[in-house]
Every structure is written in structure tokens, then in C-alpha cells.
């Protein structure tokens, strides 16, 4: 059964560092990778998606890296600003079957101004 | 263009009493999953439909939950005679296809008394 850890659980830094949120899964034999930012009180926001076949992502200030093989990915933050405070989620697609996505329980993340 | 929604937002129902959730996917989205957050359990997977295939129904939690989809598009979650430990958010997502990315709900926060 896969699962998902992700390290931190939380995580406070000074506006404007720039900041790496790890995220490990046991079962390396995925489809993709999903990174995902809740607001509380809100649903999830789709961050980057990872193919398994792809080793990074990037989508403004984000890039997303996967390292398949030792079941691993980083989800690097440059520059941080205060809008970013939010709970950050990694989840996989596992590659058989036809199941929804694994989710690791989140990174809280407080960016002080 | 119009995102996931779910409604209702809020569902307050007394122990042993049956809800329905409603979530309406984005359009032209053949993928439709349900998810379950509870506090301090993380995201859960239930269920997942692909265009009116018939879902695989055993990530439910037990067979109080249903679920259905109709015509491809709307789906609703039926909880029967609801129980303490059902109370969580219940969380929407569709994707463009199998494995796509995921846009979620705002979800529906059920409690039950």
C-alpha cells in the first residue's frame, strides 16, 4: 500500500527566503506527482503535476523536482512572500488500477512579513 | 469558466439520519473523485468514476456510503445512517481524464451530532 510522508509538518521562515518542502512515497512505481496548496476553510489548489517520466516542473517562483527511483520529491519556494502561508500536499497517482490520488498529510507553512 | 462546486457547503444531520452530497465536475471532465478530510487523518481516497463506467466501490469506508454519477456529469455521495465518525469534509475533484490533474471543490463540511 503506498504512502506518502512529507517533512516538515510545519514550517515558519522570515519573508523573502527561499524554501524546500520534501515529500517521500514508499512505492516508487507511480504515474505522477501532484503538488497542491490549501487555504484554510478552502478547498485544494493545484500547484504543478509530475509526470513519471519527468524530473522537475516549474511554474513561477515553484519548481518542483522527482526523483522516482529513491521515491522523492522537493517542492522548492523562491523568494517567499506572506500570500504564501498555506498548507502545501504532495499525492501520487499509483500505477496500477484505477485509483484517486495518495496524499502525504501536509506541510503548514507560515511565512512571516 | 466555472470551477468544481459541491453543495451544500454546510451539512449539520443528527446521528443516524441519511445526507447527500452533490458535486457538479467541470465541464467536459470525464473523471470525478470523492475524498474524505478528516481532522488529523489527512486526505482520504473513496471513490472514483471515468464517463459512466462503473465505479470500483472499495476504497468506501463501509457500506453505509454510496455513490453514483449520472450521465457522466453530476455525481452525489449518500451517506446512511450517518455516524460521529463520519463527520469530516467531503472533498470533489474532477480531472479532463484518468490521471489528469485534479481541480477540487471547496467541499462540504458534514457534522454529525
Do not use: M
Not at chain 2, 452533490?22 to 473523485?33: E, F, K, M, Q, W
Request: glycine share 10%; with cysteine.
Amino acid at each position: 500500500k503506498q504512502e506518502v510522508t512529507q517533512i516538515p509538518a510545519a514550517l515558519s521562515v522570515p519573508e523573502g527566503e527561499n524554501l524546500v518542502l520534501n515529500c517521500s512515497f514508499t512505492d516508487s512505481a507511480i504515474y505522477n506527482l501532484q503538488w497542491f496548496r490549501q487555504d484554510p476553510g478552502k478547498g485544494l489548489t493545484s500547484l504543478l503535476l509530475i509526470q513519471s517520466s519527468q524530473r522537475e516542473q516549474t511554474s513561477g517562483r515553484l519548481n518542483a523536482s522527482l526523483d522516482k527511483s529513491s521515491g522523492r520529491s522537493t517542492l522548492y519556494i523562491a523568494a517567499s512572500q506572506p500570500g504564501d502561508s498555506a498548507t502545501y500536499l504532495c499525492a501520487v497517482h499509483s500505477g496500477g488500477g484505477a485509483d484517486g490520488l495518495t496524499f502525504g498529510k501536509g506541510t503548514h507553512l507560515i511565512i512571516q512579513p | 469558466g466555472a470551477g468544481v462546486s459541491q453543495s451544500p457547503s454546510n451539512k449539520v444531520t443528527e446521528k443516524g439520519k441519511d445526507v447527500e452530497l452533490r458535486c457538479d465536475p467541470i465541464s467536459g471532465h470525464t473523471a470525478l473523485y470523492w475524498y474524505r478530510q478528516s481532522l488529523g487523518q489527512g486526505l482520504e481516497f473513496l471513490i472514483y468514476f471515468q464517463g459512466n463506467s462503473a465505479p470500483d466501490k472499495s476504497g468506501l469506508p463501509s457500506d453505509r456510503f454510496s455513490a453514483e454519477r449520472t450521465g457522466g456529469s453530476v455525481s452525489t455521495l449518500t451517506i446512511q445512517r450517518t455516524q460521529q465518525e463520519d463527520s469530516a469534509v467531503y472533498l470533489c475533484a474532477s480531472s479532463f481524464a484518468e490521471r489528469d490533474s485534479e481541480f477540487f471543490g471547496p467541499g462540504t463540511r458534514l457534522t454529525v451530532l
